[in-house]
Structures are given as structure tokens and as C-alpha cells.
């Protein structure tokens, strides 16, 4: 499976805290939550390929109530890095933070976590995580990197677990820059067929994700909300961080066009203080009938 650096996790959490916002408003995520928690008075969240929980600072205060998460992740560097990070966070936040050596527990306004994680391989060991005792499995841009038989077989366990699903920040290939130069659409052409290579999962579904996950969701009985959550880009670092990631795609997917990419990493770089990228991303709610 492909890794990510936590420097870049944390580089891309003020742009995906920003792309939710969009959304927020046609996800009633509370109501969600209260609705599956039932007659019961803790929500159980399973978070799938959790990095350093980024998922679950944006979506804890929004669910409200007792909640009780199992962040799962492949990458034992990330999941050392959660105390810290949340530690960090909880300050920032004004936050109540307890911890030990196995959990962490975290109490907002009008919200409290208890918090434990655990390493698994998802793309090989699905029948490893206990997805039977959630009622929320959750993740954030995850969906583009798997392959559509992984994902009936990540769905197939949501539906017998009966549990209710958010899947955040998934790209679907929609990708503007301004202002435009010559090259971008025969770079991005390069990067979209990079994004569909096989990330460990299978052939990646890169920005057919979203749609083939609603569709095969609704096709199991469950209701499915979906909303943009795009990023909006403007200014250093990270136009820089997109402008070095896209070009190395490119490079990496078409040897070849070295020059072509050259070109637009140049002029990208030299027009970056004045450039705006637009990324589409798509949040799916999906709840069993």
C-alpha cells in the first residue's frame, strides 16, 4: 500500500478541514450519528486508513455525543505520531486530553472520544479489522486509491455490520487551474492515469471512485447523500507541494513527455503566486435502510 508522510498530512488538513465545510451543510452527520446510536449511548466509529486521525478531529465535534473510535492504519510511523499529534491538537482546540499507553480520551463542548488504533494491512487483511461491532466505518480520502473488487468487499462488510458509512474527500478527476497555460491538460491527462495505477488494492479507481461507490451502495439498499468538498488552493506551500507531485506523477506515468512536464513545472512555479487550483473532491453519507 502506498505510505504518506506525515509532513504531508499535515500540509493537506487546513485545505480538507476547508473542502468539509462545503459540504457540511447537505451531510446531516449529527442526525446520522443519533440515528445510529439507537437506544445506545456511545456511537462505535471504525476509521480505515486513519494516518494521524485527521478523520477523526474533523468529524468528532460534528457527531456529538459519547463516541468510541478504532482508527486503523498500515504504517506504524503514523500511528506512533497520533498521541502527539492529538496532543497538539487538544491545546490548540482547548481541548480535555487523557492518555496511556493504549487509548487516548478527548472531551469537547458537547462531545468525548475514547480513542484506540490498532495496525493492519487493509489491502490484504480486510478479515483482520472488527468491522462487526461498528456503526459508523468511516475514511477520508481513501476510495481513489482502491480498486472496485476491494471496494464490494469493503462494502459487502459494511452491510453485514449494518452500519452506516462517510467516506470523505474522494477525488472525481475534476481538476481547474487559473490562470490556464497550454500544457495543463495533456499533463493532467498524465497524472489522472498515474492516479489509476495500483496503490497496493488493485487498479486504482482514481476519479471514478465516488460515483461507482454511490452506485454500488444504493445498489445494497443503502441511502446516499453526496456533496462537494473541493479543495481550493491559493498561495506557497502548497501549490508548490501540488505543482512537485503532479509533475513527478506525470513523469512517472509518461517518461517520455519529460520536456512537456519540464515546461509546466516551470511555468506553473513562476506563476504560482498568483494561481488558484481547484481540486474536485466528493463526501458520501450512506445509510442503511
Keep these: 500500500m ?82 502527539g499529534v492529538f496532543a497538539a491538537w487538544s491545546r490548540a482546540q482547548s481541548l480535555h486530553l487523557r492518555s496511556d499507553d493504549q487509548s487516548l480520551h478527548v472531551e469537547g463542548p458537547d462531545w468525548n472520544a475514547e480513542v484506540r488504533w490498532r495496525r493492519a494491512d487493509l489491502a490484504s487483511a480486510l478479515d483482520a479489522v472488527p468491522f462487526a461491532q461498528a456503526q459508523l466505518v468511516t475514511a477520508a480520502a481513501l476510495l481513489d486509491l482502491v480498486s472496485a473488487s476491494w471496494l464490494d468487499a469493503l462494502f459487502e462488510r459494511v452491510r453485514k455490520a449494518n452500519a452506516a458509512a462517510f467516506f470523505a474527500l474522494s477525488v472525481d478527476g475534476r481538476v481547474r487551474w487559473e490562470p490556464v497555460i ?49 479543495w481550493r488552493i491559493e498561495g506557497l506551500p502548497m501549490l508548490e507541494a501540488m505543482i512537485d507531485g503532479v509533475g513527478s506523477a506525470a513523469l512517472e506515468q509518461g517518461p517520455s513527455a519529460h520536456a512537456l512536464v519540464q515546461a509546466w513545472q516551470m511555468q506553473r512555479r513562476a506563476s504560482s503566486p498568483r494561481s488558484c487550483l481547484r481540486v474536485g473532491h466528493v463526501d458520501l453519507l450512506m445509510l442503511p435502510a
Design 182 to 230: 497550454e500544457e495543463d491538460e495533456a499533463v493532467h491527462q498524465l497524472f489522472a492515469a498515474h492516479q489509476r495505477r495500483d496503490k497496493g488494492f488493485g487498479p486504482a479507481l482514481g476519479g471514478e471512485a465516488p460515483a461507482l461507490a454511490a452506485a454500488r451502495m444504493a445498489a445494497m439498499g443503502y441511502g446516499v447523500t453526496q456533496a462537494c468538498s473541493d
Design 2 to 83: 502506498t505510505g504518506f508522510s506525515a509532513d504531508w498530512l499535515a500540509l493537506r488538513e487546513p485545505f480538507d478541514l476547508a473542502a468539509r465545510a462545503e459540504s457540511a451543510a447537505a451531510l446531516d452527520l449529527r442526525g446520522m450519528a443519533t440515528r445510529m446510536r439507537g437506544n445506545g449511548q456511545v456511537l462505535d466509529v471504525l476509521d480505515l486508513a486513519c494516518g494521524t486521525g485527521a478523520n477523526l478531529r474533523a468529524l468528532a465535534p460534528s457527531l456529538g455525543g459519547a463516541q468510541r473510535w478504532l482508527l486503523v492504519d498500515h504504517d506504524p510511523r503514523l500511528l506512533a505520531a497520533l498521541p
